[in-house]
């Protein structure tokens, strides 16, 4: 959708400002053109062609990290960050001149290479030939650099009685970077090329670790194509189709950070937490801020904007140190990046992603 | 315009990360919750009473108007520059200073958010009761330039009622204190009271101390249901008569009950009127308060009341109150919430002429609000593009205003004058009236720097 198709959205917009109990980007700067209703008042003004982008203006539009949690504190429920979305679809016509190249590399990376991060495609873990209709697709994020993540996943998956197909090097890249930075027509077409891809495999059910692939699949393939296979999340998978028991051989606190694509933007909230609170000697404590409330752990800005990412991914640790948690899970590779390196200046707490957890309780370790 | 050599001093006083001068700051920073908008040439931050009086004498020198902004939750336009100059922004001022429990007071900051004041105060059994809806994220500096009201005004009044004592950076950049650390003093003319709801015309608060009130131990929310205006207002007044003390008593006509229901997700009786009134206070005495408020607004013509003493229900209740005015901004593209109120015997025949004024103008009106303080929110729902209809939604305000003063209200009860009512001031005031206000305003400010244009 253009950004004329969310006129009415921006005009829903009261400016009341509550957005300002959510917004990350605002809580750190205090900047009202990095909260939520600054940016629809540059949509706002974008539409209307009352203002020229300048690099200021890219930089507020880009900072958003979509986390979404705006919608929540928003009285009427506007849309702000599809409409994000839509304006920098916009500026990605219009002036993508004004685009920091990182982000105009992270997008031919994915056009060329099949991953954002512009390393050659061979550096994606290796394949596994698996049930042909049962799919876990990696995701670029974990295959490149966490592969240990995924072969935990796989660990996980066996022990349970699925033996998924890992396409390594050939599993394309599911192109969120595109849609998220406004490269909408490049996504358009990676959508569908990977729609038929996977198609023509054979494939029925894929399975995600990634809360990011599993939120493009899922959903913003459906805006443009129709699937012909399910997708889930694998905690989705492990509380529905199995029966997950484990134990840790020492106790362990444990507390859970929400990712934003899976929680918010998608609703699962439950099967996380009954994985964790079915591990025996791990003890389950919730961060201070949870579920819809959950605080975005400014991965998506990190690379453009290091020092505010930091601040949110310090506030998600400062959290768990709060409710005296030693680990932090989360599902997702961003998230888990981030909280690490806020991490690593604390020496009481840890990140710890879910599949390496789980392994590690199915082996009783 | 601003010259850069006057940045760069603004630079040197609140350092250069405190201070922007992009145009896409200076957009954003154009607009609050009103429907109005001014752009500033500079915003600055400052985080001290000093960093604002050097700000303010520079300011004054240079002849430099300055406006204070908090949240920019405004419903009247307050915190917008209508002569450009300084955005003075005072949301990174955030200290909790001094909490006192046996005094039953608090200092801040002017850019604590309220919220988390209350949040502060509860493990201490103590709150501050003026939370207006947008307590969230509105400051207390913002509410006490405001004078804002909260839910419950009917026994907690408004701002003004909870200000003890101010420290104001004056337009020449003098720091004054006023007030005083008791609960009541008469030495001197009332200078607290001057300031609260000032609009940011006559000083800048950078220290604000605050009385508070215990947590009450039990609150039960009544609902009663009313088929005419009328008997809605006998609901207001008779309840308050009645000596049941309610904390607040809100009212949502059957437009508004409807989207508020839809938007919420709640099923909730339609009815003309739906008043929800809140009984709070010891465990003992809140049943037979309630047992006697029903039978008062039975006798006043309600056809129905319900009651709800568990937590859960009573959030279900305030859940649809709070959607009325969200609920109903999705009904049009653009959304305007006035702000009048009257002498509470006065609320059934306000109900009544803002119905008829709505038909005879045109203009979808849906009206609820703080009815215990005869404080009404007339929301009317339009589309800001169609200028044909904004000439109707004009003329429908200004007949508003008048049917107002005639029933002896006020054009605004606690959103201000700002911008979006100073034409309507002389309903209410005569010329006499309004230059005694002028010539305060001239004692303060002298070269009318301090948020211009705004009230008078």
């Known amino acids: 959708m253009s950004l004329k198709d969310y006129e ?21 700067t205090l900047n009202e053109s990095l909260n939520a209703r600054g940016r629809v008042i540059l949509a706002k003004l974008y539409l209307t062609g009352q203002y020229t982008p300048d690099e200021d203006y890219m930089q507020r539009v880009l900072s958003c990290t979509l986390c979404d949690i705006c919608k929540v504190k928003c009285p009427p429920k506007v849309e702000v960050a599809e409409i ?172 859970y950070h929400d990712p934003c694509h899976l929680g918010r933007s998608m609703g699962v909230y439950e099967e996380p937490r009954q994985l964790l609170e079915s ?66 200046f604390h020496a009481e707490v840890d990140a710890l992603d879910l599949p390496t957890l789980l392994a590690r309780a199915l082996r009783r370790g | 315009m601003i010259s850069d050599a006057v940045v760069r001093k603004l630079e040197d006083i609140v350092g250069s990360e405190n201070v922007s001068t992009s145009p896409t700051d200076l957009h954003v920073y154009s607009y609050d919750a009103s429907i109005a908008h001014a752009t500033p040439d500079v915003i600055v931050w400052p985080q001290t009473t000093e960093q604002v009086s050097q700000i303010m004498k520079l300011a004054y020198e240079e002849e430099i108007p300055v406006t204070p902004r908090g949240a920019g939750s405004c419903l009247s336009g307050g915190p917008l520059p209508l002569k450009g100059g300084i955005s003075i922004t005072m949301t990174k001022m955030t200290r909790i200073l001094d909490l006192n429990p046996n005094r039953l007071q608090v200092s801040v900051e002017p850019g604590v958010v309220v919220d988390r004041l209350n949040e502060y105060l509860q493990p201490h059994g103590l709150f501050y009761p003026i939370n207006p809806a947008s307590s969230s994220i509105a400051t207390i500096g913002g509410c006490v330039g405001e004078d804002a009201g909260p839910l419950r005004g009917v026994k907690y009044g408004t701002t003004k009622n909870w200000v003890l004592g101010l420290e104001v950076v004056l337009p020449n950049g003098k720091v004054i204190h006023v007030g005083s650390k008791t609960f009541k003093h008469v030495a001197g003319y009332d200078l607290v009271r001057l300031m609260v709801g000032s609009e940011g015309t006559l000083g800048i608060f950078t220290k604000i101390n605050l009385r508070l009130a215990p947590i009450p131990e039990a609150v039960a929310v009544a609902s009663a249901f009313f088929d005419s205006a009328d008997a809605a207002g006998k609901g207001v007044r008779d309840a308050i008569l009645s000596g049941v003390d309610p904390s ?209």
């Not at chain 1, 509550?18 to 917004?23: I, L, P, R, S």
């Not at chain 2, 009127?273 to 607004?297: D, H, Q, T």
């Open chain 1, 84 to 255: 994000v979305e839509a304006l920098r679809s916009e500026l990605w016509r219009s002036h993508r001149d004004l685009y920091p190249q990182d982000i105009v590399e992270s997008i031919n990376s994915i056009l060329e290479r099949q991953n954002p991060f512009g390393v050659p495609r061979e550096q994606k873990m290796r394949s596994y030939e698996g049930e042909s209709s049962v799919l876990f697709f990696v995701g670029c994020s974990s295959s490149v650099y966490y592969p240990h993540m995924a072969e935990n996943t796989l660990q996980v998956l066996r022990a349970l009685g699925l033996n998924p197909t890992v396409l390594g090097q050939e599993e394309p890249c599911c192109g969120y970077r595109l849609v998220e930075m406004g490269a909408v027509d490049e996504f358009k077409r990676v959508a569908s090329e990977v729609v038929s891809f996977l198609e023509n495999r054979g494939v029925e059910l894929v399975i995600t670790n990634c809360p990011t692939c599993y939120k493009t699949l899922k959903e913003y393939y459906k805006r443009y194509t129709s699937l012909t296979f399910e997708v889930m999340h694998i905690t989705e998978w492990l509380v529905k189709e199995a029966k997950f028991e484990g134990e840790l051989s020492e106790p362990m606190t444990v507390t």
């Open chain 1, 8 to 28: 009415g959205e921006i005009y829903t917009c009261l400016r009341c400002g509550f957005c300002q109990a959510g917004c990350p980007t605002f809580r750190h």
């Open chain 2, 248 to 456: 607040g008593i809100e009212l949502m006509e059957r437009a508004v009950v409807e989207a508020a229901s839809k938007h919420a997700g709640l099923k909730l009786p339609q009815a003309e009127f739906l008043i929800l009134y809140e009984i709070a206070g010891s465990k003992e005495s809140i049943e037979p308060r309630v047992r006697k408020l029903a039978k008062v607004l039975k006798e006043a013509g309600a056809t129905a009341v319900d009651v709800a003493y568990e937590a859960e229900e009573r959030a279900r209740l305030w859940k649809a109150r709070k959607a009325a005015f969200p609920a109903l901004s999705r009904l049009r593209p653009t959304c305007i919430m006035e702000d009048v109120a009257v002498p509470i015997d006065n609320v059934g025949k306000l109900l009544e002429a803002l119905r008829s004024l709505a038909k005879k103008h045109d203009v979808m009106v849906a009206t609820f609000g703080h009815a215990g303080d005869g404080d009404l929110h007339p929301t009317i729902t339009t589309d800001e593009r169609d200028e044909e209809e904004m000439k109707r939604v004009a003329a429908f305000r200004a007949d508003m205003y008048k049917a107002v003063v005639d029933l002896e209200g006020t054009i605004t009860g606690e959103h201000g004058v700002g911008i979006t009512k100073k034409p309507y001031l002389k309903l209410q005031f005569r010329e006499d009236e309004i230059e005694v206000m002028r010539s305060i305003k001239r004692a303060i400010d002298p070269k009318n720097i301090l948020n211009p244009g705004k009230i008078i």
């Open chain 1, 279 to 344: 591990i025996r000697n791990l003890k389950f404590v919730e961060l201070p801020k949870s579920r819809e409330e959950s605080i975005c752990c400014g991965g998506p800005i990190r690379a453009l904007y290091p020092e505010l990412a930091s601040k949110m991914s310090d506030e998600v640790v400062q959290g768990a140190i709060e409710v005296g948690a030693s680990q932090i899970v989360s599902s997702c590779t961003t998230c888990y990046r981030s909280i690490a390196s806020s991490a690593a």
